[in-house]
T-cell receptor, first 115, second 112 residues
Framework: DAGVIQSPRHEVTEMGQEVTLRCKLISGHNSLFWYRQTMMRGLELLIYFNNNVPIDDSGMPEDRFSAKMPNASFSTLKIQPSEPRDSAVYFC?????????????FGAGTRLSVL | GDSVTQMEGPVTLSEEAFLTINCTYTATGYPSLFWYVQYPGEGLQLLLKATKADDKGSNKGFEATYRKETTSFHLEKGSVQVSDSAVYFCALRENRDDKIIFGKGTRLHILP
């Protein structure tokens, strides 16, 4: 399996622009997590889904952020409009939610720079 | 709520030194415990895990023992290598939940 695939790996945009980050889950996994990592705040959970349903979005910073799972293998995280303070590395991770599962497998991340 | 506390970094050691990274947790139930490692430019990956008290997780020469009495899961390695330089995250997952609670991470530098 190719693992969790994130795109793009790097994104540079200007303040006010819309940014869309993409994530492909590992085949057979049914949970999807979006994280943000910065030097100041460390690793923060933004939102997670189970079987395509958002379970906990309490970490989403504000209404500018939205996440979707249009199907069982794909997710997007959208920021509109983007701001310089959104600059961070964004990771998605997938897992199989079950009694023997729950190990999260991370993608390589998207490094976002908002100028 | 549940939380994980791990020692502040960075930790700098010479090659072949003994490593300990302390981790303690607070949880209401009986969580599973994890150590994840993040190499430069990569996402986190599971290093080892333990699912119940007194379990010892081990991988790549690293070990950690689930100590319920002290609510700890300290990471140890007898002889570190330059290639072990990375950020190490202690984490827990309550059995009733899917999400993992991560510590803030400890950056490890190994000098040749």
């Amino acid at each position: 399996d190719a693992g969790v695939i994130q795109s793009p790996r790097h994104e540079v945009t200007e303040m006010g622009q819309e940014v869309t980050l993409r994530c492909k889950l590992i085949s057979g996994h049914n949970s999807l997590f979006w994280y943000r990592q910065t030097m100041m705040r460390g690793l923060e959970l933004l939102i997670y889904f189970n079987n395509n349903v958002p379970i906990d979005d309490s970490g989403m910073p504000e209404d500018r952020f939205s996440a979707k799972m249009p199907n069982a293998s794909f997710s997007t995280l959208k920021i509109q409009p983007s701001e310089p303070r959104d600059s961070a590395v964004y990771f998605c991770a997938s897992s199989f939610a079950g009694p023997l599962g729950n190990i999260q497998y991370f993608g390589a991340g998207t490094r976002l720079s908002v100028l | 709520g549940d939380s994980v506390t791990q020692m502040e970094g960075p930790v700098t050691l010479s090659e072949e030194a003994f490593l300990t990274i302390n981790c303690t947790y607070t949880a209401t139930g009986y969580p599973s415990l994890f150590w994840y490692v993040q190499y430069p430019g990569e996402g986190l990956q599971l290093l080892l895990k333990a699912t119940k008290a007194d379990d010892k997780g081990s991988n790549k020469g690293f070990e950690a023992t689930y100590r319920k009495e002290t609510t700890s899961f300290h990471l140890e390695k007898g002889s570190v290598q330059v290639s072990d330089s990375a950020v190490y995250f202690c984490a827990l997952r309550e059995n009733r939940d899917d999400k993992i609670i991560f510590g803030k991470g400890t950056r490890l530098h190994i000098l040749p």
